[in-house]
């Protein structure tokens, strides 16, 4: 069984900043791509950013220039650092990712996901 825990949600101004962490756990050979999605009310889940184990990165033209993902491997964590955040950024945002397991299995795990509110 292999598990995803997002923390860090919560409410923030426009212009304010965030961070989303992710973390891993379970029987857990090998994370393979990491990374985040959202959906807002009423809308479709859509790609934030994603992360592979080498560390190249892909972002929705949304939030580039205003969102970096990372990750530890030793950890099994990803983050989600949001800056110059925007009302439209508001949705429920989930961890995502590409997992092998101790029996060599692989599939994809989500987290239950985290609100992040931008208002005034």
């Known amino acids: 069984q292999v598990q995803l825990v997002e923390s860090g949600g919560g409410l923030v101004h426009p212009g304010g900043s965030l961070r989303l962490s992710c973390a891993a756990s379970?029987?857990?050979?090998?994370?393979?791509?990491m990374g985040w999605y959202r959906q807002a009310p009423g809308k479709e889940r859509e790609l934030v950013a994603t992360?592979?184990?080498?560390?190249?990165?892909n972002y929705a033209d949304s939030v580039k220039g205003r969102v970096t993902v990372s990750r530890d491997n030793a950890k099994k964590m990803v983050y989600l650092q949001m800056n110059r955040l925007k009302p439209e950024d508001t949705a429920v945002y989930s961890c995502?990712?590409?997992?092998?397991?101790?029996?060599?299995?692989?599939?994809?795990?989500w987290g239950q996901g985290t609100l992040v509110t931008v208002s005034s």
């Open positions: 995502y990712a590409a997992v092998m397991d101790i029996s060599f299995a692989s599939f994809e795990v």
């Open positions: 379970g029987s857990i050979r090998s994370l393979n791509t």
């Open positions: 992360i592979t184990s080498g560390g190249y990165t």
